[in-house]
């Protein structure tokens, strides 16, 4: 079965201001705030007045590490992109967050009133962009209108496709699934609608039989 | 024509499953040649020769009501086989009114249906269901329509939603899968589903399809082929359930292989929909073990052939690996290199 | 499509309906129903005469549910090349005509958290049968239609049964026009615009939008206009051996089917692509007047789409 070299894997491309937007929604998590100061010094270069109407939601850097990482990257630098700077901006608002949850149910009451013409810009881990773009898929928002950049950590959400349980910040190739207790291969198919990649058990052909297990989504 | 039906078959636990002599013959081979690689290869789904699987635009045959049968058997385990989004309710009714005008027309003596304006009365005699409701109203049917109406209807069904350029798989009925599930898959669009499927992008299959499909006219539905192999006459070889079937693959002997691998073919079949502008998309499963096919000596020879041959890449997508090189062998002793004619047709 | 996929029908209905517009009703010759068919749809009539046969596409305005008739509408075209002029003035209650299956190239989003509808003059057709299907849903939505004068609004009674006050008219004559602008930057996010009607009224509509910041994705339009005239020119069909003369006011393709060579087509106004034909050689210019294909394409010169465009050459091969 392919693992890898699915079509259906998200790609994912550095972010640009979309100046044929006329509203602007930006959330960010972690390095992905790097990406989102980036966006605006090129929307107030090319629009100066569209700052005025951009709103940023964001989980600053410092608060982003997890503690569950086994290894992982680099702490991320918390000086880089702090709320202080996006204060300075003239921005329609800011707000800031201590967990991701509770950014998403602010970013829905958001689109609730959201216009047309609106853009959304989504920075950090890929699973913090998958929960995004979960919402967004309610309000009818399409790849138009919406750019994502993936910064951070690459790991996954996974379900599981025999219990139909997620199991969250997996890192690794195979990973035991946390409700049934499958050891799940992690491929890189992956649905919009339940955010996460599929997980579908490595050793049934040859019970006991499993790859080494490596970390390879860091 | 009217099929004799052998209901107490099985696709589990004992697999009591065979293919009558009848079967054997009207088999759809997927090999016009010696060898096989992807192609888009859609044809127009014309009615087809007398008592061919292509005659009717639906196929019944022998199996019928055992297929049905095992298709109630999964869905008490797993209700989730069956799911529609809620904006695919004009599309169901479209599906509903498809099969049964199809089934009614071209098997009078097995399913009947009479339409007073709104008022519809079906009939299914093997299946021992009769109803009455009404069309367009949901509250007149025991289950939505496309669920009522797929569970008397043999192989799996998809439904798409055309818009933005693209078909998107937002409703179905799946319980007979060759490795793939609708709970993953719902909501993809088309490229996204086949995502899976290796080479095939490359060789820009699917963008073709897609435009194809995209102007499919009503009136005008299309087919292909498309195959695998599976252990054991088992239809539900879903994710979901492989830790049930993907242990098959390893039981594979010289002694037992013609008896437990099964080739395993897909009649797909296109239609648009009138009232809501999808798409239909079924997938009609056809099995018939090494030894049956065997019986016919330029299929052993053309199936030989084509394995043997078969690119790795789909040897590893279609689930053959541990078994293939088994599968050569026992064919092996067919093969006596003679040239077949051309056509999938038995001689 | 061929001519073996078309219905018969009998014209069972005539009325004037504004100065302008007639409404036909189209019964199944045979009985029974006509096909199923969602709205947004279109058919080609085909009408033929001792000199020419015309084809031309009309929406279903007619209740998708209600499958005992079809509806269309016709405006009496100025200028026309004769098939608007057939319907209004050949036409009779009894006649019979030829008519395609539907296509749709103008169907609802139905995942759209709200319609915005736009319609001029006869456009308003598509989104007659629009408004059953919208009747029964819980989708908000609104119509705004503009016509000349109050006399040029077709079918008002039956927009206001249907649609009430979300039907909000325009009348050129009394100085009233859509606020396009207003009406585009004030919509919920999720909503469709669809706009059919006159090319100013489409272009206008399309333009603001994207100016809105809509994308393409959620504007529709569909127009129904003759092809465009042109010089006289001739054509060589490579596969059949044929030459084929193009008079002034015949498109390209209705000159080749007019020699009986088929050319596949969906909507006969350079949209959908389906004519696309592949130009194997030509020796002037090609006119391009379609909008399916891409600037890069047309600077291509291999390809043409035959039901709008035209050529101005000494030679043009075409490869069917």
Redesign the interface.
């Known amino acids: ?2 693992v890898t ?5 998200p790609v994912y491309a550095p972010l640009r201001a979309d100046t044929r937007g006329h509203y602007h929604l930006m959330l960010g998590k972690g390095m992905g705030n790097v990406a989102l100061m980036r966006v605006l010094g090129e929307l107030e270069s090319a629009a100066p007045q569209a700052l005025a109407r951009t709103r940023v939601l964001l989980i600053p850097a410092e608060l982003s590490a997890t503690p569950a990482a086994v290894s992982g990257p680099p702490p991320e630098s918390p000086a880089a992109a702090p709320p202080g700077d996006f204060a300075a901006l003239g921005l329609e608002e800011l707000r800031v967050f201590t967990d991701v949850p509770t950014l998403l149910r602010d970013f829905r009451a958001l689109l609730e009133v959201a216009l047309m013409g609106t853009r959304l810009y989504v920075a950090g881990p890929e699973s913090f962009i998958g929960l995004a773009m979960k919402i967004a ?1 309610e309000f009818d928002l ?1 790849k138009d209108e919406i750019r994502a950049e993936e910064l951070g950590t690459l790991a996954r959400r996974v ?1 599981c ?2 219990c ?1 349980t997620t199991t969250e910040e997996v890192r690794t190739n195979i990973v035991r699934c946390m409700d049934c207790g ?1 050891w799940l291969l992690v ?8 955010a996460a990649y ?1 997980g ?2 490595v050793d ?4 006991g039989e499993r790859p080494e297990i490596k970390e390879v989504f860091l | 024509m009217s099929a004799v039906f052998k209901p107490h078959e099985t696709y589990r636990n004992d697999f009591t499953f065979r293919n009558t002599p009848e079967a054997i013959r009207r088999f759809p081979l997927p090999f016009p040649e010696d060898k096989y690689m992807y192609s888009v290869n859609i044809e127009p789904h014309m009615p087809g020769a007398k008592g061919s699987v292509v005659e009717f635009a639906f196929d019944v045959d022998e199996h019928y009501v055992a297929e049905c049968r095992e298709r109630e058997i999964v869905l008490a385990a797993e209700p ?1 086989r069956y799911q529609a989004l809620p ?2 309710m ?1 599309s169901q009714w ?1 599906v509903l ?1 498809l099969i049964m005008e199809s089934l009614a027309r071209d098997y009078p003596a097995h399913f009947s249906l009479a339409k007073h304006r709104n008022r519809w009365h079906w009939i299914n005699e093997p299946l021992g269901i009769d109803q009455e409701f009404t069309f ?1 109203d949901p509250a007149s049917l025991p289950r939505e329509p496309l669920d009522f109406i797929t569970r008397q209807a043999q192989g799996d069904f998809v439904v798409m ?5 693209d078909l998107w798989a937002e409703a179905g009925m799946v319980t007979t899968p060759a ?1 793939w ?1 609708l ?6 669009t088309f ?8 080479l095939a ?1 490359e060789l820009g299959v699917f963008d073709r399809a897609l435009k194809f499909l995209l ?1 499919l ?4 539905p299309v087919r292909r082929l498309n195959w695998t192999m599976t252990v054991n006459p088992r239809l539900d070889t879903s ?5 049930k ?3 098959d ?2 039981t594979i002997t010289k002694e037992n292989a013609g008896d437990l691998v099964h080739l395993r073919v897909e009649l797909q079949g296109l239609w648009r929909l ?4 999808g798409v239909l998309f079924g997938i009609r499963c056809y099995l018939i073990s090494l030894r049956e096919l065997s019986t016919v000596p330029k299929w052993a020879r053309r199936v030989h052939r084509v394995l043997e041959e078969l690119h790795p890449a789909l040897v ?2 279609k ?1 053959l690996s ?1 078994y293939r090189d088994t599968v050569v062998d026992w064919l092996a002793p067919f093969d006596d290199g003679a040239p077949t004619t051309p056509g999938a047709g038995p001689d | ?1 061929s001519e073996a ?1 078309t219905l018969e029908v009998e014209v069972t209905a005539i009325e004037q309906v504004t100065p302008l517009i007639k409404h036909f009703k189209l019964s199944p010759v045979a009985g029974g129903s006509m ?4 709205g ?2 279109h058919i080609v009539v085909v009408m033929r005469t001792p000199t020419r046969v015309y084809r031309n596409p009309y929406s279903l305005l007619s209740p ?2 209600s499958l005992d008739s079809y509806e269309i509408g016709v405006r009496r075209m100025e200028e026309s090349r004769g098939g608007s002029h057939f319907m209004h003035d050949q036409v009779r209650v009894g006649m019979r005509l030829e008519i395609a ?4 190239l103008f ?1 609802l ?3 759209a958290r709200k319609h915005l509808l736009i319609a001029g003059g006869i456009g308003i057709t598509p989104f007659m049968a629009h408004l059953e ?1 919208l009747h029964s849903g819980r989708v908000p939505y609104e119509l705004h239609y503009s016509v000349r004068a109050p006399e040029h609004a077709a079918f008002l009674p039956r927009l206001r049964e249907r649609a009430g006050e979300r039907v909000r008219m325009y009348y050129d004559n009394a100085g009233q026009s859509i606020d396009f602008d207003g009406l585009l930057s004030a919509q919920p996010l999720g909503t469709h615009v669809y706009v059919c009607g006159p090319a100013g009224l489409i272009e206008r509509v399309t333009a603001t939008a994207r100016d809105c910041g809509w994308p393409d ?1 959620h504007i529709h339009w569909e127009q129904f206009s003759a092809p465009p005239v042109g010089d006289a020119f001739e054509v060589f069909l490579a596969r059949s051996k044929v030459t084929v003369h193009v008079p002034p006011d015949q498109s390209l393709l209705e000159s080749i089917e007019a020699q009986g060579v088929e050319v596949p087509y ?1 909507c006969r106004g350079g949209v ?1 692509g ?1 004519c696309q034909t592949r130009v194997l050689e030509v020796d002037g210019e090609l006119i391009h007047n379609d909008h399916f294909l891409s600037d890069a394409d047309k600077a291509k010169r291999n390809t043409i789409m035959p039901c709008v465009s035209r050529a101005r050459c000494k030679s043009l091969v075409l490869d069917l």
């Open positions: 079965m392919l070299g699915i079509k259906s894997k898929l399409n379900y496709i025999h139909r499958n491929r890189d198919h992956y649905s919009r609608r339940l599929m579908v058990m049934a052909e040859a019970p | 989730l904006h695919m004009s479209d009114e367009g939603d055309q818009r933005e350029g490795d599930s709970d993953f898959d719902i909501g993809m490229k996204e589903w086949h995502g899976p499927v290796p992008h102007n006219r009503l009136g005008q994710p979901e359930n492989y830790p079937w993907g242990p693959r390893a009138p009232r809501s502008n590893d997508y689930g541990r | 499509m996929q096909p199923a068919f969602s947004g749809s998708p549910h299956h539907p296509v749709n169907a989003d139905k995942i299907d994705s969906l959908c389906f």
